[in-house]
T-cell receptor
Framework: GQQLNQSPQSMFIQEGEDVSMNCTSS?????WLWYKQEPGEGPVLLIA?????ELTSNGRLTAQFGITRKDSFLNISASIPSDVGIYFC??????????FGTGTSLTVIP | NAGVTQTPKFQVLKTGQSMTLQCAQD?????MSWYRQDPGMGLRLIHY???????DQGEVPNGYNVSRSTTEDFPLRLLSAAPSQTSVYFC?????????????FGPGTRLLVL
C-alpha cells in the first residue's frame, strides 16, 4: 500500500508562531485534502485542493496543491493553543482510494 | 444532518468472536470507506464502496467483510477477531461534484481484541 511522506512528524512551537508542514507522494493525485484530528475524535476536514498550483485559505490556514501534483503544503499563521492536534494530508483521485500521510503532531506552547 | 455516525464507540472482544461495526451517513454520498488507524501508521483503507451494491478492497482487507445494500449504510464485519485487529476504526463518506471529491469522517469505534 501507499503512504504519503508527511513532515515534520512533530512540532513544538510558541503561541503566535507560524507553522509549515508538507506532504509528498511518488504518485500523481488530482485531489489533496488536509485534516485535523483531536484526541478521541475523527479527522475533521480543513481544506480541499483540486487543481495543481491552487492556493486555498481557511481562516489562518493556507494550503497549496503542488505544481507537480505530487505534493501539498499546509501553513498555519499566528498559532493559538486550540491549533493543537494531529494534522493529516490525504491524496487521491476521484472515485478511488485516498492515501494518508502519517500525520504531523502539533503542540502549541502558550 | 447528523453527518457520519458510527456505533458502537467502544468495544472489547475476545479472540475468535465476530462483530459488526455500524456506519451510517445522511448526506446521500455515493462513496463510503472504512479505515483503521494505528499508532504511527496513519489511516489505512480497509474496504470502500462507490455505490449501493458495489464494494472493493483497500490496502488491508484481510479479516474484514463489507456490504452496501443501501446508500446510507456501510457495515464492517469482523469474522473472527484477532488481537492484530485492535485499532481505531473510522468510517468516511464522500461525494464528487464536478470532479471534486470531499471526504468526511465519523467519530470512530475503538476496538480492543483480547
Amino acid at each position: 500500500g501507499q503512504q504519503l511522506n508527511q513532515s515534520p512528524q512533530s512540532m513544538f512551537i510558541q503561541e503566535g508562531e507560524d507553522v509549515s508542514m508538507n506532504c509528498t507522494s511518488s504518485s500523481i493525485f488530482n485531489t489533496w485534502l488536509w485534516y485535523k484530528q483531536e484526541p478521541g475524535e475523527g479527522p475533521v476536514l480543513l481544506i480541499a485542493l483540486y487543481k495543481a498550483g491552487e492556493l486555498t485559505s481557511n481562516g489562518r490556514l493556507t494550503a497549496q496543491f503542488g505544481i507537480t501534483r505530487k505534493d501539498s503544503f499546509l501553513n498555519i499563521s499566528a498559532s493559538i493553543p486550540s491549533d493543537v492536534g494531529i494534522y493529516f494530508c490525504a491524496g487521491g483521485n476521484t472515485g478511488n482510494q485516498f492515501y494518508f500521510g502519517t500525520g504531523t503532531s502539533l503542540t502549541v506552547i502558550p | 444532518n447528523a453527518g457520519v455516525t458510527q456505533t458502537p464507540k467502544f468495544q472489547v472482544l475476545k479472540t475468535g468472536q465476530s462483530m459488526t461495526l455500524q456506519c451510517a451517513q445522511d448526506m446521500n454520498h455515493e462513496y463510503m470507506s472504512w479505515y483503521r488507524q494505528d499508532p504511527g501508521m496513519g489511516l489505512r483503507l480497509i474496504h470502500y464502496s462507490v455505490g449501493a451494491g458495489i464494494t472493493d478492497q483497500g490496502e488491508v482487507p484481510n479479516g474484514y467483510n463489507v456490504s452496501r445494500s443501501t446508500t446510507e449504510d456501510f457495515p464492517l464485519r469482523l469474522l473472527s477477531a484477532a488481537p492484530s485487529q485492535t485499532s481505531v476504526y473510522f468510517c468516511a463518506s464522500s461525494y464528487a461534484q464536478w470532479g471534486e471529491e470531499t471526504q468526511y469522517f465519523g467519530p470512530g469505534t475503538r476496538l480492543l481484541v483480547l
